[in-house]
């Protein structure tokens, strides 16, 4: 997942040097804490900007969001993406779809998010991160849904029996799957394999998820 810190450059106005300085100092200390992964003081610094600096710009909201999101904040992160969405004018509105897409994917909320990676590129159809991350979900989501559909079938068929740790290893690859790391799913269950046979009892999982992967690395 691509995540995009926004630029903003405050033009620097000489009737008030000293203020400017001041709060292009600031925007330099947001960046610099975000570039860092120092997302806890992120957070402080874009909230200062808001707060004490009095910017107002969708691109400091859109950071500050970023920044929430990568605290590990996410119900503050958003709260602050939703308002970006409505933003017109803008190429905010659609970068903030698709990362509230991206946290409901999170959540396993996946119709919901395919939702806001559609809105994503309505607004915006050159959005090529919202334009992967719809058909990657869509694609994953017709066919989760045929295995479904097919799962009492395949546990009358199949008389395999998962052990403990190829139930340990599925809930591991339902995790990457969750944050749309497909091929680092697909991996999990292939080294499991590789130890106990019993993870075949997962076969129409791990096929499914090649076949994702397959997608994804001719993107």
Wanted: glycine residues 4%; without cysteine.
């Amino acid at each position: 997942m691509l995540f995009r810190y926004l630029l903003w450059i405050l033009l620097v106005i000489p009737a008030d040097w000293k203020k400017i300085a001041l709060t292009n100092e600031a925007l330099a200390k947001a960046e610099r804490s975000f570039k860092e992964a120092d997302f806890e003081n992120a957070v402080r610094n874009h909230l200062a900007l808001l707060e004490e600096h009095e910017l107002r710009q969708p691109e400091i909201r859109f950071n500050l969001a970023l920044s929430y999101q990568n605290n590990g904040q996410e119900e503050d992160a958003k709260k602050t993406y939703e308002p970006l969405i409505s933003a017109s004018g803008s190429s905010i509105s659609s970068f903030a779809a698709n990362q509230q897409g991206f946290l409901l994917g999170n959540e396993q909320k996946y119709k919901e998010a395919l939702s806001y990676f559609k809105t994503a590129l309505l607004k915006e159809p050159g959005n090529e991160q919202a334009r992967y991350n719809y058909e990657l979900l869509s694609r994953w989501l017709e066919g989760n849904e045929e295995n479904q559909e097919n799962e009492e079938d395949q546990e009358d068929e199949d008389k395999i029996e998962p052990s403990n740790y190829a139930k340990r290893m599925k809930a591991q690859a339902d995790e990457m799957v969750n944050r749309f790391q497909f091929g680092e799913a697909a991996g999990i269950m292939e080294r499991a394999l590789e130890i106990d046979e019993t993870v075949a009892h997962y076969q129409k999982f791990m096929d499914h998820l090649n076949e994702i992967n397959e997608i994804n690395e001719n993107q």
